[in-house]
C-alpha cells in the first residue's frame, strides 16, 4: 500500500518562513516528487518538483523563495518556503509519480494535503 504523508503547515506571519516535507512508503520505486497548491476558488496549481537526480522546477512565483530538495534514501521530499506572502495561502498537496515494485507502469499518488496560511 502507498502512503504519502504530510507534515509541515501552518499559520505564518507576511516574510516568514515554513518546512513541508512528504515521506512516501510502500514497495515503491520514484521517479519524480513535488508539490502543488490549490487556494480557495482556484485550480491546482504547480509549485514545484525534483526528479531522483536532483533536477528541479519551480513555478515563476516562488522561483526566488522556495526551495525542493529530497532524500531518496527516505523517499521524502522538502519544501523551504521563504518569504512567504499572502497569496501563497492555500492547500500544499504533495505528489510522487512512482511505480510498485515489479509492476513498469507509473501512476501518480497524492498526500492528503496541508494547510499554509500566511497573515499577520
Known amino acids: 500500500q502507498v502512503q504519502l504523508v504530510e507534515s509541515g503547515g501552518g499559520l505564518v506571519q507576511p516574510g516568514g518562513s515554513l518546512i513541508l516535507s512528504c515521506a512516501a512508503s510502500g514497495n515503491i520505486v520514484i521517479a519524480t516528487m513535488g508539490w502543488y497548491r490549490q487556494a480557495p476558488g482556484k485550480q491546482r496549481e504547480l509549485v514545484a518538483t525534483i526528479t531522483s537526480g536532483g533536477s528541479t522546477v519551480l513555478s515563476n512565483s516562488v522561483r526566488e523563495r522556495f526551495t525542493i530538495s529530497r532524500d531518496n534514501a527516505k523517499n521524502t521530499v522538502y519544501l523551504q518556503m521563504n518569504s512567504l506572502k499572502p497569496e501563497d495561502t492555500a492547500v500544499y498537496y504533495c505528489?510522487?509519480?512512482?511505480?510498485?515494485?515489479?509492476?513498469?507502469?507509473?501512476?501518480?499518488?497524492w498526500g492528503q494535503g496541508t494547510q499554509v496560511t500566511v497573515s499577520s
Open positions: 505528489n510522487a509519480r512512482l511505480r510498485v515494485l515489479l509492476t513498469t507502469t507509473l501512476r501518480d499518488y
